[in-house]
């Protein structure tokens, strides 16, 4: 049922997927202070992720939501997720993206992947967590993170959130990506082609549950893959990044044996000169109309609103605070 649902959502992304001509101007005003909730008329477009994963599906309802309950109209875009989106919304190419907390705080640190360089990046709400999802081939010997030594890996596509979190997570075992590990920077669906014929012995995804792609994996293979416990890296992945937390990926997501892993919040992110009324009416079409977007993906449930402001170090948006309260 839940492959059903997700294609299902992953169709409705499809027909919203896109980039737009006209763009909204980022004024009026980006600082907010008392500025106006209502959206001005113009084109935005949203970067969301891989076509198999749940940024894709969301980001695709989102748009629908903005377009269907506002002056704006609204696009998403497939894309390689986080680092990217954040480096092309930075550059004007979208006006909202998805990203992984980790990755949105290397962004305004200027770390990691951004080399020293600051983006000047706010967050519209933080949104539901990703989890962390190490599975691999029954028949691969690989128990733990440091048994992918010498093994064929998927790591994510170039410049993902996934990409970095791979990273880190095998840094935490001891092993370097470039080295240690025979690392296939492949897309979702490629990686999924790959276990399913052989040609590789595991993948690190990091996604809201379910993620499509992994559905059809453990659907086809079923106890042929399994899934890897992370929680005993946790203390070693704190040391990299506070915003890492663990929590179960359980039974019943995919019919796979329940196991802890590592999750990540996602955050909505915008450019800090967003305007604030546009920045303000997205950010309450996301709690009001929330009932809305839960029906495009159930990872949508954990969105809460009295976690929304939690987005440290990425400052919230002066028109999110306002949609806020």
């Known amino acids: 049922m839940l ?4 294609i299902g959502a992953i169709a409705l992304a499809l027909v919203v997927s896109g980039c737009g001509g ?16 209502e959206a001005s008329d113009g084109r935005i477009t949203i970067a969301t992720g891989n076509s198999g994963g749940v940024y894709f599906v969301v ?29 092309q919304l930075v550059a004007g190419t979208y006006d909202i993206a998805f990203s992984l907390a980790d990755t949105a705080a290397d962004a305004v640190n200027g770390t990691g992947a951004f080399n020293g360089k600051k983006e000047k990046i706010a967050a519209l709400t933080r949104i539901y967590p990703n989890y962390t999802q190490v599975l691999v081939r029954a028949d691969s010997g690989i128990n733990s993170i440091a048994d992918m030594k010498g093994k064929r890996i998927s790591t994510g596509s170039p410049k993902s959130g996934t990409e970095v979190i791979a990273g880190r997570l095998l840094k935490s075992a001891g092993l370097n990506i470039d080295s240690d590990v025979q690392a296939q920077r492949l897309d979702l669906t490629k990686t999924a082609d790959g276990m399913k014929d052989g040609s590789i012995d595991g993948l690190i995804w990091s996604g809201g549950l379910p993620t499509p792609q ?13 899934f890897i416990d992370l929680a005993p890296l946790l203390p070693e992945m704190k040391k990299i990044s506070p915003v890492y937390d663990t929590a179960p990926i359980p039974a019943a997501t995919y019919g796979v044996a329940e196991v802890s892993t590592i999750v990540v919040p996602n955050l909505l992110l915008v450019r800090e000169d967003f305007a604030a009324n546009n920045a303000c009416a997205v950010t309450k ?41």
């Open 285 to 325: 079409l996301i709690f009001d109309k929330k009932a809305d977007l839960e029906k495009v993906h159930p990872a949508v449930k954990d969105i809460s609103k009295d976690k929304a402001a939690a987005s440290d170090p990425v400052p919230l948006h002066p028109g999110a605070k306002q949609a806020l309260g």
């Open 3 to 6: 492959r059903k649902y997700a």
């Open 22 to 37: 006209k763009r909204t101007p980022t004024t009026p005003d980006a600082s907010g202070g008392g500025a106006s909730c």
């Open 59 to 87: 980001g695709g309802g989102l748009a629908k939501l903005i377009s269907d309950n506002s002056k704006l109209k609204a696009s998403s875009a497939e894309t390689g997720a986080s680092v990217q989106n954040i480096q």
């Open 214 to 226: 992994i559905t059809d994996i453990t659907t086809s293979l079923r106890d042929k893959v399994k």
